[in-house]
């Protein structure tokens, strides 16, 4: 495995982290220091329907062009459409939310589906013993965008505004964009069809999907990928407003939430990678499931009262740097599940299912808040993560899973 390979999967992941950076982590406390609703906020999570649906056209990318084409041209339409975001001020686009939230949907609609060619790219380029390390590349690189689109983002919008913030975050794509360029692609008919599925139709855009979920063991191990990530959802938006109404400012909640957090988060998902090298996928995603519900519950501190930066600091840091952790793992065990002929279409069924589960999860976050609290939404995520562990057990338990497995 080359480095400059880890380096292009990098930049690549990075690229979908800088839009959903804004969208998942910023919007909601640049929302809330407007004035919006908590309810309203936790509603935006419907903007991640995009990445629930991508399956849909997942074949479609895995059967039509090449990785490079498609690559190339979803990168550049991401700039544009990062462009047109910082067109004008923030203040403004609120006044016309309705039109925001509609760009930042197509947005959606663009990352989801590079993402597709992506992971495709990545699953046929990685060898499975690779593949813990290549998520932690894929979390890292994801990670540091989410760095520069929400963190970086609010730092940067305190001192120099929303249009000069959020147009030098668009020109950055270039610095993926060039690269792509000098990208190694699947181009002979041989190499095409070892890595590229065949098409037939609707009916074989059918049977690709059923000779997916027919293996056997695999209800388990689509209850898992459903409620791994469930309880995180619930209460992540949350936890930008919750500082906010602990009385810190944006350029605070930057910091904590986004410089600090984010950190944590690629570290963990680096030391997440390297130690699956070491225990293997299965011990790694249940053990990497209890320090994820360890970290949500460190929030209750924060609700009971804590207010000192250094200590906010700490809780943020140990909770994103579990949510490295557990997101490689997660992620390179959905890899292991994939076939050779059709990677991208089976990773992202996958991360659709994930998404549609933790996207409900989101969406009723805020109304979860605005009727029991705080407390009730941090405990309750980390409750959820302990027995979404359960499933997880039983698939293992049932499939006869391997603590290194071999190509699909």
Not at 215 to 223: D, I, Q, V
Not at 295 to 321: K, M, P, S, T, W
Not at 356 to 377: E, K, N, P, Q, S
Request: glycine share 12%.
């Amino acid at each position: 495995m080359s480095g400059r390979l880890l380096a292009l999967l990098a930049l690549l992941y990075f690229a979908q982290g800088l839009p959903s950076g804004l969208i998942a982590k910023a919007l909601p406390a640049l929302l809330r220091d407007q004035g919006v609703s908590l309810s309203l906020i936790g509603f935006t999570s419907a903007l991640a329907l995009p990445w629930a649906l991508k399956f849909l056209w997942a074949p479609l990318i895995d059967r039509f062009g090449t990785r490079k084409l498609w690559l190339l041209a979803l990168n550049g339409l991401s700039m544009v459409l990062m462009l047109v975001v910082a067109a004008q001020d923030f203040d403004a686009w609120v006044a016309r939310l309705p039109w925001l939230l509609a760009v930042l949907f197509c947005a959606n609609v663009v990352s989801a589906t590079q993402d597709i060619a992506t992971d495709g790219y990545a699953i046929t380029q990685l060898r499975p013993e690779w593949r813990g390390l290549g998520n932690s590349i894929q979390v890292v690189g994801y990670k540091l965008g989410m760095v520069m689109g929400s963190g970086g983002l609010l730092w940067l919008v305190s001192r120099y505004g929303w249009q000069a913030s959020y147009g030098s975050l668009a020109c950055m794509m270039l610095l993926v964009i060039v690269p792509v360029l000098f990208m190694e692609d699947a181009r002979t008919p041989i190499q095409q069809s070892a890595t590229h599925t065949e098409w037939h139709g609707l009916r074989g855009y059918a049977w690709l999907f059923r000779g997916f979920v027919a293996r056997p063991g695999l209800g388990w191990w689509l209850a898992t990928i459903a409620l791994y990530k469930f309880g995180d959802s619930l209460a992540s938006r949350m936890t930008g407003p919750l500082l906010t109404d602990s009385g810190f400012t944006l350029a605070q909640i930057g910091v904590i939430t986004g410089v600090a957090g984010a950190t944590a988060g690629v570290f963990g998902a680096f030391v997440g990678g390297t130690t699956l090298l070491r225990i293997g996928h299965r011990e790694a995603l249940l053990a990497f499931g209890v320090l994820q519900a360890l970290g949500l519950a460190g929030y209750l501190l924060v609700v009971g009262g804590v207010r000192d930066l250094y200590a906010i600091g700490a809780i943020v840091y140990f909770e994103q740097f579990a949510d490295g952790l557990s997101t490689v793992a997660l992620f390179t065990l959905m890899m292991d599940r994939c076939r050779v002929h059709a990677p991208g279409t089976d990773y992202s069924l996958q991360a659709s299912l994930m998404v549609m589960v933790t996207g409900v999860a989101a969406m009723i976050g805020g109304l979860f808040t605005d009727r029991f609290g705080y407390g009730a939404v941090f405990a309750t995520a980390a409750l959820l993560t302990l027995l979404a562990l359960v499933p997880a057990m039983l698939f293992f338990h049932h499939s006869g899973y391997r603590r290194r497995p071999t190509t699909p």
